[in-house]
């Protein structure tokens, strides 16, 4: 079992930044490949980063170059750095863990970018 809790959400002007964290319990977090998603109202869930156990990463073409995922398996952490934030980049953003082909999901922190 998995349990992931999201932070580092809030309202930032466009061009700022934002560094989200999730932290995952449990001692199998090295072992999980782990990813951010978004869903902006109206829309459906959306990949946003992903980072395997391995190091592996992979972005949504529309945030490369933006932001930046990282991981720290000695604090059982992973990281989504967010810069040059546009409004379109407004959403709920979730943490996501898959584990032996089990998902798990964070509840979501909101990230609203606006003047």
């Known amino acids: 079992q998995v349990q992931l809790v999201e932070s580092g959400g809030g309202l930032v002007q466009p061009g700022g930044s934002l560094r989200l964290s999730c932290a995952a319990s449990g001692s199998i977090f090295s072992r999980s490949d782990m990813g951010w998603y978004r869903q902006a109202p109206g829309k459906q869930r959306e990949l946003v980063a992903t980072?395997?156990?391995?190091?592996?990463?992979k972005y949504a073409d529309s945030v490369k170059d933006r932001f930046t995922i990282s991981r720290d398996n000695a604090e059982n952490t992973v990281y989504l750095q967010m810069n040059g934030l546009v409004p379109e980049d407004t959403a709920d953003y979730y943490c996501?863990?898959?584990?032996?082909?089990?998902?798990?999901w964070g509840k979501g922190t909101l990230v609203t970018v606006s003047s």
């Open positions: 996501n863990a898959v584990l032996y082909f089990t998902n798990y």
């Open positions: 980072i395997t156990s391995g190091g592996t990463i």
